[in-house]
Antibody, heavy 124, light 114 residues
Framework: QVQLQQSGPGLVKPSQTLSLSCAIS??????????WNWIRQSPSGGLEWLGR?????????DYAVSVKSRITINPDTSRNQFSLQLNSVTPEDTAVYYC??????????????WGRGTTVTVPS | QSALTQPRSVSGSPGQSVTISCAGT?????????VSWYQQHPGKAPKVIIY???KRPSGVPDRFSGSKSGNTASLTISGLQGEDEADYYC??????????????FGGGTKLTVL
């Protein structure tokens, strides 16, 4: 059973870069049947998809339009993990960040394996 | 403002049924059967309860069912139980004019079991 272990700082200063990692156990970041997402939840409760990466004979990485100019998602095959970097953060980036795996339920684009979440605060 | 529109709250008594709607457009909910629903209890990560509009993952009670009509998907919970009190979110694949594709969440619905 796949498990996702998140790591990274909980406090990031305005204008700096938010960096989180998600270590995968029970599967491979290079799996040809899985995909790996970053999703965040604002203090008001709303969920927002940020981006995903997956391997299908080559790497694919896709980003949400809302953060496309500031985000980088990278797979790391040597450590079997994937990472999130969000540049130039503001207090509006304060949220709980989740790493989430797809491919563990037979359907399409199903967010089936969630990390525990990392609360990231950007002070004003 | 979320791309998919859900009621902010619904309520029902134990044993009753409730339905939560998720209104989208012809570019997301209406175009694809890739709608899933997630249940989130306080302090916990969301958990998938419906995928591909109307399929249930193993272990999810058959009290939970999903459907779609036009641009609106719906989640119905029958035989309400106290443990069903939670937040519910819909999620859909969507076309995009800016990137290859995108994904959208509904704003979430708080279910209160009276």
């Amino acid at each position: 059973q796949v498990q996702l272990q998140q790591s990274g700082p909980g406090l990031v200063k305005p204008s700096q870069t938010l960096s989180l990692s998600c270590a995968i156990s029970g599967d491979s970041v290079s799996s040809q049947s899985a995909a790996w997402n970053w999703i965040r939840q604002s203090p008001s409760g709303g969920l927002e998809w940020l981006g995903r990466t997956f391997y299908r004979s080559k790497w694919y990485i896709d980003y949400a339009v809302s953060v496309k100019s500031r985000i980088t998602i990278n797979p790391d095959t040597s450590r079997n993990q994937f990472s999130l970097q969000l540049n130039s953060v503001t207090p509006e980036d304060t949220a709980v960040y989740y790493c989430v795996g797809e491919g563990y339920v037979s359907g399409t684009y199903v967010l089936a394996a969630w990390g525990r979440g990392t609360t990231v605060t950007v002070p004003s | 403002q979320s791309a998919l529109t859900q009621p902010r709250s619904v309520s029902g008594s134990p044993g009753q049924s409730v339905t939560i709607s998720c209104a989208g457009t012809s570019s997301d909910v209406g175009a694809y059967n890739w709608v899933s629903w997630y249940q989130q209890h306080p302090g916990k990560a969301p958990k998938v309860i419906i995928y591909d509009v109307n399929k249930r993952p193993s272990g999810v009670p058959d009290r939970f069912s999903g459907s779609k009509s036009g641009n609106t998907a719906s989640l119905t919970i029958s035989g309400l139980q106290g443990e069903d009190e939670a937040d519910y979110y819909c999620f859909s694949y969507a076309d995009s004019y800016v990137v290859r594709y995108t994904f959208e969440f509904g704003g979430g619905t708080k279910l209160t079991v009276l």
